[in-house]
């Protein structure tokens, strides 16, 4: 019993001894590590001046040149032609586009479903022109403006918030 005994505090020993000697190395290699980090943050080394980082980076924006073709009017519908360059990955038509003015006045169904397959064209060919038709007519005086994408953020990678002025 005695020889298990002392063969069991050896091992515990050794043990010990390397786990002393393992966590001396980490401890080696968290602190160069840090200095690392720390030389190119130009920061002394406190973890909480890198959390802010980030946020300090542009958040790249797809770019929209977009043009009014031609706007015309009943008394139920405002209709609004565009002709538009689009680069990015993103949808324009992710949200269904309304035209701001006194009022919100919502796009049609037929002139987004046919504006959704012009839009097509803006991955193929980077360019499109669709037709809107709005429901409601605006005063003639009204100053009016082309929302995509109306709840979403202007810096929305997927589907930005662009407008365009009409009037």
């Known amino acids: 019993m005695k020889a298990w005994s002392g063969i069991l505090t050896v091992v515990v020993i050794v043990l010990m ?3 002393i000697v393992g966590l001396s190395a980490l401890n080696a290699d968290i602190q160069r590590l840090d200095a690392q980090l720390s030389e190119l ?4 080394g406190d973890p909480a001046s890198l959390s802010g980082a980030p946020s300090t980076l542009p958040e790249p924006a797809p770019a929209l040149d977009a043009r009014i073709v031609s706007t015309s009017a009943t008394t139920t519908t405002f209709a609004v032609t565009v002709t538009a360059r689009f680069s990015g990955p993103a949808d324009l038509l992710a949200e269904p586009p309304v035209l701001q003015g006194a009022k919100t006045y919502p796009v049609t169904p037929e002139s987004l479903g046919r504006a ?8 193929s060919k980077g360019e499109t022109t669709a037709a809107f038709v709005f429901s409601g007519s605006p005063a003639p005086q009204e100053s009016l403006t082309l929302v995509f994408n109306p709840s979403r953020r202007a810096a929305d990678a997927v589907s930005p918030r662009r407008e365009i002025k009409i009037r």
Not at 41 to 44: E, L, P
């Open 41 to 44: 943050k130009g920061s002394s």
């Open 116 to 123: 959704r397959f012009a839009f097509l064209d803006l991955v």
């Open 17 to 19: 001894a390397g786990l």
